[in-house]
Protein backbone atom coordinates (compact mmCIF):
# COMPACT_ATOMS: atom_id res chain seq x y z
CA UNK A 1 0.00 0.00 0.00
CA UNK A 2 1.27 3.63 -0.94
CA UNK A 3 0.38 6.94 0.67
CA UNK A 4 -0.56 9.35 -1.01
CA UNK A 5 -1.35 13.38 -0.80
CA UNK A 6 -3.40 15.46 -2.67
CA UNK A 7 -3.43 19.00 -3.78
CA UNK A 8 -6.47 20.74 -5.48
CA UNK A 9 -8.95 18.26 -3.17
CA UNK A 10 -12.01 20.97 -3.87
CA UNK A 11 -11.12 21.04 -7.16
CA UNK A 12 -14.08 18.97 -10.22
CA UNK A 13 -12.02 16.03 -10.99
CA UNK A 14 -10.71 15.41 -7.28
CA UNK A 15 -13.06 12.78 -6.79
CA UNK A 16 -11.65 10.70 -9.59
CA UNK A 17 -8.02 11.10 -8.30
CA UNK A 18 -9.46 10.01 -4.68
CA UNK A 19 -11.58 6.93 -6.16
CA UNK A 20 -8.34 6.01 -7.91
CA UNK A 21 -6.69 5.59 -5.02
CA UNK A 22 -8.92 4.01 -3.09
CA UNK A 23 -9.55 1.61 -5.88
CA UNK A 24 -5.86 0.79 -5.81
CA UNK A 25 -5.77 -0.24 -3.01
CA UNK A 26 -3.77 2.91 -1.22
CA UNK A 27 -4.44 5.73 1.58
CA UNK A 28 -5.04 8.96 1.33
CA UNK A 29 -3.33 10.64 4.12
CA UNK A 30 -3.16 14.24 3.36
CA UNK A 31 -5.20 16.56 1.29
CA UNK A 32 -4.66 20.28 0.71
CA UNK A 33 -6.90 22.94 -0.80
CA UNK A 34 -7.63 26.77 -0.14
CA UNK A 35 -11.51 25.69 -0.74
CA UNK A 36 -12.96 23.84 2.55
CA UNK A 37 -15.63 22.54 0.52
CA UNK A 38 -14.41 18.94 0.38
CA UNK A 39 -16.71 17.06 2.82
CA UNK A 40 -16.02 14.28 -0.50
CA UNK A 41 -13.38 13.20 1.24
CA UNK A 42 -15.10 11.79 3.86
CA UNK A 43 -16.91 9.05 0.94
CA UNK A 44 -12.87 7.86 0.44
CA UNK A 45 -10.91 8.73 3.25
CA UNK A 46 -12.33 10.31 6.09
CA UNK A 47 -9.59 10.19 7.81
CA UNK A 48 -7.18 12.10 6.32
CA UNK A 49 -5.49 15.53 7.23
CA UNK A 50 -6.75 18.35 5.65
CA UNK A 51 -5.16 21.94 5.02
CA UNK A 52 -6.36 25.31 3.71
CA UNK A 53 -2.66 26.81 4.18
CA UNK A 54 -0.29 25.42 1.95
CA UNK A 55 2.71 26.46 4.20
CA UNK A 56 0.54 23.95 7.05
CA UNK A 57 0.67 21.39 4.25
CA UNK A 58 4.57 21.61 3.63
CA UNK A 59 5.24 21.18 6.87
CA UNK A 60 3.22 18.21 7.49
CA UNK A 61 4.48 16.25 4.32
CA UNK A 62 7.79 17.75 5.40
CA UNK A 63 7.15 16.09 8.73
CA UNK A 64 5.96 12.51 7.66
CA UNK A 65 9.26 12.11 4.96
CA UNK A 66 11.42 12.45 7.92
CA UNK A 67 9.55 10.52 10.51
CA UNK A 68 10.81 6.91 11.05
CA UNK A 69 7.53 5.32 11.51
CA UNK A 70 6.83 4.37 8.01
CA UNK A 71 4.07 7.08 7.63
CA UNK A 72 6.16 8.91 4.39
CA UNK A 73 4.29 10.23 1.11
CA UNK A 74 4.88 8.14 -1.85
CA UNK A 75 2.86 10.54 -3.99
CA UNK A 76 1.56 13.27 -4.46
CA UNK A 77 -1.63 14.06 -6.53
CA UNK A 78 -1.66 17.20 -8.56
CA UNK A 79 -5.59 18.53 -9.07
CA UNK A 80 -4.81 22.16 -9.44
CA UNK A 81 -5.44 25.05 -11.41
CA UNK A 82 -3.03 24.38 -14.66
CA UNK A 83 -0.79 27.06 -13.94
CA UNK A 84 0.14 25.83 -10.71
CA UNK A 85 1.21 22.23 -12.00
CA UNK A 86 4.63 23.05 -12.71
CA UNK A 87 4.98 24.28 -8.78
CA UNK A 88 3.22 21.44 -7.51
CA UNK A 89 5.41 18.90 -9.22
CA UNK A 90 8.25 20.49 -8.07
CA UNK A 91 7.29 20.22 -4.73
CA UNK A 92 6.44 16.37 -4.75
CA UNK A 93 9.69 15.71 -6.24
CA UNK A 94 11.68 17.81 -3.86
CA UNK A 95 9.53 15.97 -1.30
CA UNK A 96 10.71 12.73 -2.06
CA UNK A 97 7.70 11.57 -3.34
CA UNK A 98 6.44 10.98 -7.24
CA UNK A 99 3.95 13.04 -9.11
CA UNK A 100 1.11 12.29 -10.56
CA UNK A 101 -0.34 15.31 -12.17
CA UNK A 102 -3.87 16.10 -14.32
CA UNK A 103 -3.89 17.30 -17.63
CA UNK A 104 -2.06 19.92 -18.78
CA UNK A 105 1.07 18.83 -16.99
CA UNK A 106 2.32 22.45 -17.57
CA UNK A 107 1.54 24.82 -20.00
CA UNK A 108 5.06 25.57 -21.74
CA UNK A 109 6.93 22.88 -23.14
CA UNK A 110 10.15 24.76 -21.33
CA UNK A 111 8.76 23.43 -18.15
CA UNK A 112 9.18 20.20 -19.32
CA UNK A 113 12.71 20.85 -19.63
CA UNK A 114 13.16 21.83 -15.81
CA UNK A 115 10.64 18.81 -14.30
CA UNK A 116 13.45 16.44 -16.27
CA UNK A 117 16.10 18.36 -14.42
CA UNK A 118 14.32 18.04 -11.52
CA UNK A 119 13.59 14.21 -11.62
CA UNK A 120 17.05 13.22 -12.08
CA UNK A 121 18.13 14.86 -9.19
CA UNK A 122 15.89 13.67 -6.84
CA UNK A 123 15.47 10.10 -8.78
CA UNK A 124 11.30 11.00 -8.23
CA UNK A 125 9.18 10.55 -11.18
CA UNK A 126 6.14 12.91 -12.79
CA UNK A 127 3.49 10.59 -14.07
CA UNK A 128 0.29 12.51 -15.89
CA UNK A 129 -2.94 11.24 -16.55
CA UNK A 130 -3.21 10.88 -20.79
CA UNK A 131 -7.05 8.85 -20.06
CA UNK A 132 -7.76 8.56 -23.68
CA UNK A 133 -4.71 6.48 -24.73
CA UNK A 134 -6.30 3.78 -22.36
CA UNK A 135 -9.84 4.06 -23.74
CA UNK A 136 -10.51 0.58 -25.54
CA UNK A 137 -11.78 2.46 -28.76
CA UNK A 138 -9.28 4.66 -29.41
CA UNK A 139 -7.18 1.72 -28.33
CA UNK A 140 -8.46 -0.12 -30.93
CA UNK A 141 -8.25 3.00 -33.42
CA UNK A 142 -4.57 3.19 -32.43
CA UNK A 143 -3.78 -0.56 -33.46
CA UNK A 144 -5.88 -0.35 -36.54
CA UNK A 145 -3.89 2.53 -37.92
CA UNK A 146 -0.86 0.66 -36.94
CA UNK A 147 -1.69 -2.13 -38.95
CA UNK A 148 -2.93 -0.29 -42.40
CA UNK A 149 -0.53 0.38 -45.24
CA UNK A 150 -1.74 3.41 -47.60
CA UNK A 151 -0.31 5.97 -49.22
CA UNK A 152 -2.69 8.71 -48.20
CA UNK A 153 -3.10 10.11 -45.09
CA UNK A 154 -6.54 9.55 -43.42
CA UNK A 155 -8.88 12.53 -43.15
CA UNK A 156 -10.04 13.13 -39.33
CA UNK A 157 -12.98 15.73 -37.91
CA UNK A 158 -12.73 16.18 -34.45
CA UNK A 159 -15.45 18.47 -32.42
CA UNK A 160 -16.13 18.68 -28.91
CA UNK A 161 -18.34 20.77 -27.07
CA UNK A 162 -19.05 21.22 -23.26
CA UNK A 163 -21.05 23.79 -22.36
CA UNK A 164 -20.80 25.66 -19.33
CA UNK A 165 -22.36 28.45 -17.94
CA UNK A 166 -21.59 31.66 -16.97
CA UNK A 167 -18.89 30.98 -14.06
CA UNK A 168 -16.53 29.80 -16.85
CA UNK A 169 -15.39 32.85 -17.40
CA UNK A 170 -14.85 34.42 -14.04
CA UNK A 171 -13.40 31.35 -13.21
CA UNK A 172 -9.29 30.93 -13.38
CA UNK A 173 -10.24 28.74 -15.99
CA UNK A 174 -11.34 31.95 -17.94
CA UNK A 175 -7.93 33.20 -17.57
CA UNK A 176 -5.94 32.17 -20.75
CA UNK A 177 -2.56 32.83 -18.28
CA UNK A 178 -4.11 30.23 -15.70
CA UNK A 179 -5.67 27.54 -17.82
CA UNK A 180 -3.70 28.19 -21.12
CA UNK A 181 -7.41 29.02 -22.58
CA UNK A 182 -9.94 26.52 -24.46
CA UNK A 183 -6.94 24.85 -26.54
CA UNK A 184 -5.46 23.63 -23.94
CA UNK A 185 -8.07 23.66 -20.63
CA UNK A 186 -10.67 21.28 -23.22
CA UNK A 187 -8.46 19.99 -25.93
CA UNK A 188 -4.79 19.30 -24.96
CA UNK A 189 -5.79 15.25 -24.11
CA UNK A 190 -7.05 15.36 -27.77
CA UNK A 191 -4.45 15.97 -29.00
CA UNK A 192 -2.47 14.14 -27.04
CA UNK A 193 -4.55 10.81 -27.98
CA UNK A 194 -4.08 12.43 -32.30
CA UNK A 195 -0.36 12.38 -31.91
CA UNK A 196 -0.45 9.11 -30.10
CA UNK A 197 -2.68 7.58 -32.93
CA UNK A 198 -1.21 9.38 -35.91
CA UNK A 199 2.24 10.18 -34.89
CA UNK A 200 4.47 13.41 -35.64
CA UNK A 201 2.64 16.53 -35.83
CA UNK A 202 3.71 18.55 -38.85
CA UNK A 203 1.31 21.46 -39.30
CA UNK A 204 -0.49 23.70 -37.25
CA UNK A 205 -2.73 26.45 -38.34
CA UNK A 206 -5.27 28.14 -36.10
CA UNK A 207 -8.49 29.51 -37.54
CA UNK A 208 -10.74 30.84 -34.43
CA UNK A 209 -9.44 31.42 -31.04
CA UNK A 210 -11.61 33.20 -28.72
CA UNK A 211 -12.83 32.89 -24.71
CA UNK A 212 -15.21 30.34 -25.78
CA UNK A 213 -13.90 28.16 -28.48
CA UNK A 214 -11.27 27.65 -30.49
CA UNK A 215 -10.80 25.82 -34.43
CA UNK A 216 -7.75 24.99 -36.25
CA UNK A 217 -6.32 22.24 -38.28
CA UNK A 218 -3.13 20.12 -37.59
CA UNK A 219 -1.20 17.77 -40.28
CA UNK A 220 0.30 14.29 -38.66
CA UNK A 221 2.46 11.82 -40.82
CA UNK A 222 -1.01 9.85 -40.53
CA UNK A 223 -3.55 11.85 -40.74
CA UNK A 224 -5.04 15.55 -41.68
CA UNK A 225 -7.12 16.96 -39.26
CA UNK A 226 -10.16 19.60 -38.60
CA UNK A 227 -10.79 20.38 -34.91
CA UNK A 228 -13.41 22.44 -33.37
CA UNK A 229 -13.57 22.72 -29.56
CA UNK A 230 -16.12 24.99 -27.40
CA UNK A 231 -17.55 25.54 -23.76
CA UNK A 232 -20.56 27.14 -25.77
CA UNK A 233 -24.06 25.76 -25.58
CA UNK A 234 -25.32 26.84 -29.00
CA UNK A 235 -22.83 24.98 -30.28
CA UNK A 236 -24.30 21.39 -29.64
CA UNK A 237 -25.86 20.16 -32.35
CA UNK A 238 -29.98 21.51 -32.11
CA UNK A 239 -31.22 17.73 -32.64
CA UNK A 240 -29.15 17.06 -29.56
CA UNK A 241 -29.63 20.16 -27.26
CA UNK A 242 -32.90 19.87 -27.82
CA UNK A 243 -32.84 16.55 -25.89
CA UNK A 244 -31.29 18.28 -23.39
CA UNK A 245 -27.89 16.82 -23.60
CA UNK A 246 -25.32 19.92 -23.05
CA UNK A 247 -22.15 17.70 -24.27
CA UNK A 248 -20.99 16.98 -27.89
CA UNK A 249 -18.38 14.41 -28.43
CA UNK A 250 -17.36 13.54 -32.00
CA UNK A 251 -14.35 12.03 -34.22
CA UNK A 252 -14.79 11.17 -37.45
CA UNK A 253 -11.85 8.66 -39.74
CA UNK A 254 -12.63 9.03 -43.51
CA UNK A 255 -15.89 9.53 -42.51
CA UNK A 256 -16.84 7.02 -40.43
CA UNK A 257 -17.79 7.87 -36.67
CA UNK A 258 -15.76 6.27 -34.16
CA UNK A 259 -17.93 5.80 -31.29
CA UNK A 260 -16.16 6.65 -27.79
CA UNK A 261 -19.00 8.37 -25.74
CA UNK A 262 -18.82 5.39 -23.12
CA UNK A 263 -15.97 3.86 -21.30
CA UNK A 264 -14.60 7.06 -19.49
CA UNK A 265 -15.83 5.79 -15.76
CA UNK A 266 -13.08 4.13 -14.57
CA UNK A 267 -10.32 5.57 -16.71
CA UNK A 268 -8.73 7.29 -13.89
CA UNK A 269 -8.56 4.27 -11.77
CA UNK A 270 -6.76 2.52 -14.83
CA UNK A 271 -4.37 5.20 -14.86
CA UNK A 272 -3.33 4.90 -11.47
CA UNK A 273 -3.05 0.74 -11.68
CA UNK A 274 -0.24 1.51 -14.66
CA UNK A 275 1.30 4.31 -12.82
CA UNK A 276 1.84 2.28 -9.59
CA UNK A 277 2.96 -0.85 -12.23
CA UNK A 278 5.75 1.03 -13.18
CA UNK A 279 3.90 1.62 -16.73
CA UNK A 280 2.60 5.44 -16.46
CA UNK A 281 3.05 7.71 -18.47
CA UNK A 282 5.61 10.11 -18.55
CA UNK A 283 6.83 14.28 -19.05
CA UNK A 284 8.55 13.39 -22.75
CA UNK A 285 4.64 11.63 -23.35
CA UNK A 286 3.50 14.98 -23.51
CA UNK A 287 5.71 17.30 -25.09
CA UNK A 288 4.11 17.03 -28.41
CA UNK A 289 0.58 18.30 -26.79
CA UNK A 290 2.39 20.60 -24.90
CA UNK A 291 3.92 22.51 -28.10
CA UNK A 292 0.42 21.78 -29.84
CA UNK A 293 -1.54 23.77 -27.40
CA UNK A 294 1.22 26.09 -26.92
CA UNK A 295 1.43 26.85 -30.53
CA UNK A 296 -2.42 26.90 -30.66
CA UNK A 297 -2.46 29.94 -27.77
CA UNK A 298 0.43 31.76 -29.34
CA UNK A 299 -0.74 31.95 -33.07
CA UNK A 300 -2.89 34.45 -34.93
CA UNK A 301 -5.63 32.87 -36.36
CA UNK A 302 -5.77 32.61 -40.44
CA UNK A 303 -9.04 33.87 -42.30
CA UNK A 304 -12.16 30.66 -42.71
CA UNK A 305 -10.05 29.22 -46.09
CA UNK A 306 -8.63 26.06 -46.73
CA UNK A 307 -9.10 23.08 -44.67
CA UNK A 308 -11.76 24.56 -41.87
CA UNK A 309 -14.02 22.55 -39.58
CA UNK A 310 -17.86 21.77 -40.69
CA UNK A 311 -18.80 23.72 -37.73
CA UNK A 312 -16.67 26.67 -38.77
CA UNK A 313 -18.55 26.17 -42.93
CA UNK A 314 -21.86 26.14 -40.51
CA UNK A 315 -21.28 29.16 -38.99
CA UNK A 316 -19.81 31.19 -41.78
CA UNK A 317 -23.32 30.11 -43.77
Not at 21 to 33: C, M, P, R, V, Y
Amino acid sequence: MKNFALIGAAGYIAPRHMQAIKATGNALLAAFDPNDSVGIIDSHFPNADFFTEFERFDRHVDMRRRARNGGQIDYVSICSPNYLHDSHMRFALRSGAHAICEKPVVLNPWNIDGLEEIERETGRRVNTILQLRLHPAIVALRDKVARERRDTKYEVDLAYVTSRGHWYLQSWKGDPKKSGGIATNIGVHFFDMLHHIFGKLQSNVVHLSSETKAAGYLEYEKARVRWFLSVDIEDVPAAIRDGGQRTYRSITVDGQEIEFSGGFTDLHDRSYAEILSGRGFGLEACRTSIETVASIRTSTPISFEGDIHPFLTRKIA
